[in-house]
């Protein structure tokens, strides 16, 4: 692949890490017993993806692979609370599908124009302030912060366009995408002239267009890794209809017939949803052709299929607009293209229960627990949801926490605290 052009890359993303809540009392003059008055962390940065139509590759991520946000400032005295982290914008071209570098599921197609939110920030840390209670008047803690979501993605480059030209090697798709757009690839007569996707828009009567693009090195074991064709078939997964191109001119000695046979074969083994999409064979360099038979069996054989065939000359801009045409009637008669449906569904992380928790008692009696894993924990969960919570539940159960603390004298109603969550017990 050539160095100008990316299409997929592996990146690591984190966002920020909440500050920590600060212990602080009030100290005035003629204030006596000020209080407790420490601020609030503040909140780590999220990492948010958007569009940037300015972008055509991946080549900003061939080598920066790991982006961080911001983390959140520690709270301060005077219940000032820290600075937010600074949230990290990643720009991607239009098309990127994001996918979870584990399982390769989708997490979102960047088709739109809607920001994404990738990873969130770390919540703050409360400050000692939230801690007071009548019988708690100098609570002499706070809380840590909790650390951002962090994990690695694939983006995934697929190209926006409406209508793709396929076909072997030097069968004129460059050739064929120069005459009707104003785009310009290499061109030569020779095999994988052209090594990455080009596009061009073809303009049809005032106000319609549609973006064509030539898909290169596709061959026969393409979709298994062989030629080229198994870095770009990938941007065929959006065109809405295909152009397939046969070179019909007997100049190699090849089969027009068993190329297109081929070809589609090697389309259906990517996807299987590609043989039922929409395609216009055109049969190229029919000018000269010394021998129209293997023209003519083609065409019997993509007629059969009830596909439409035109004989064209790309070179010789012989046939190409009742070909482009037939392509826009064909592409008016279709609804817009969908984007990839999110399939990815983040996985409740895998505790190490096994690390020991350090369990302490302030001096108002409330039971302080903390522990890495479990500051882990708390940052994956989400407390407004019912299932989540049964979840967290059953995690400490199993962990053996509750036991430890019946172990060491707990009492119903006693006040219980892990980081930023404070519950009664109850047996």
């Not at 920590?20 to 780590?44: I, L, S, T």
């Not at 690839?185 to 005032?206: D, Q």
């Not at 407390?383 to 430890?404: A, K, N």
Request: hydrophobic share 40%; charged share 25%; glycine share 12%.
């Amino acid at each position: 692949m050539p160095a100008a052009w990316l299409d997929k890359a592996k990146i690591l993303v984190k966002a920020g890490d909440g500050g920590n809540g600060a212990v602080a009392f009030h100290r005035e003059k003629y204030v006596a017993a000020g209080g407790p008055d420490g601020g609030d962390g503040g909140r780590g940065g999220d990492i948010v993806v958007v569009v940037d139509d300015h972008m055509t590759t991946l080549m900003d991520f061939r080598y920066k692979r790991k982006y961080t946000a911001g983390n959140g400032m520690d709270g301060t005295g005077k219940r000032c609370s820290g600075k937010d982290g600074a949230t990290l914008t990643i720009k991607v071209p239009r098309g990127t599908v994001i996918r979870d570098a584990e399982s390769g599921e989708v997490i979102r197609d960047m088709a739109q124009d809607e920001p994404f939110v990738l990873c969130r920030g770390g919540n703050g840390g409360w400050g000692n302030h939230h801690f007071a209670t009548p019988t708690r008047q100098a609570p002499r803690f706070a809380k840590a912060g909790l650390p951002g979501q962090s994990m690695e993605v694939i983006l995934e480059l697929k190209l926006l366009a409406d209508v793709g030209l396929v076909g072997f090697p030097n069968v004129g798709k460059s050739t064929l995408l120069s005459v009707v757009t104003r785009a310009q690839p290499k061109i030569a007569n020779y095999h994988f002239t052209t090594l990455s996707p080009n596009l061009g828009v073809v303009a049809r009567g005032e106000g319609s267009s549609f973006v064509l693009a030539d898909i290169p090195g596709i061959i026969e074991g393409a979709a298994q890794g062989a030629g080229l064709g198994h870095d770009f078939l990938r941007h065929i997964d959006r065109c809405r209809v295909l152009i397939h191109v046969v070179d019909v001119s007997g100049s190699e000695g090849r089969d027009p017939v068993e190329d297109f046979k081929a070809i589609t074969a090697e389309l259906a083994q990517w996807s299987p949803d590609l043989p039922s999409r929409p395609t216009v064979v055109a049969g190229n360099k029919a000018d000269i052709a010394q021998d129209r038979a293997g023209l003519e069996a083609l065409k019997a054989h993509v007629e059969a299929l009830g596909l439409p065939f035109f004989e064209i000359s790309a070179a010789a801009h012989q046939g190409v607009e009742p070909l482009m045409d037939c392509v826009w009637e064909t592409l008016s008669q279709l609804p817009p293209p969908k984007p990839f449906e999110a399939t990815y569904v983040p996985k409740p992380p895998t505790v190490d229960t096994s690390e020991p928790l350090e369990i302490t008692r302030a001096d108002d009696g409330t039971w302080l627990v903390e522990g890495p894993w479990l500051q882990r924990l708390m940052a994956n969960v989400n407390f407004g949801d019912f299932e989540s919570r049964s979840w967290f539940d059953r995690m400490l159960r199993q962990s053996g926490l509750f036991d430890r603390l019946e172990e060491m004298g707990i009492q119903d109603g006693d006040t219980v605290s892990l980081y930023n969550l404070e519950f009664d017990y109850q047996r």
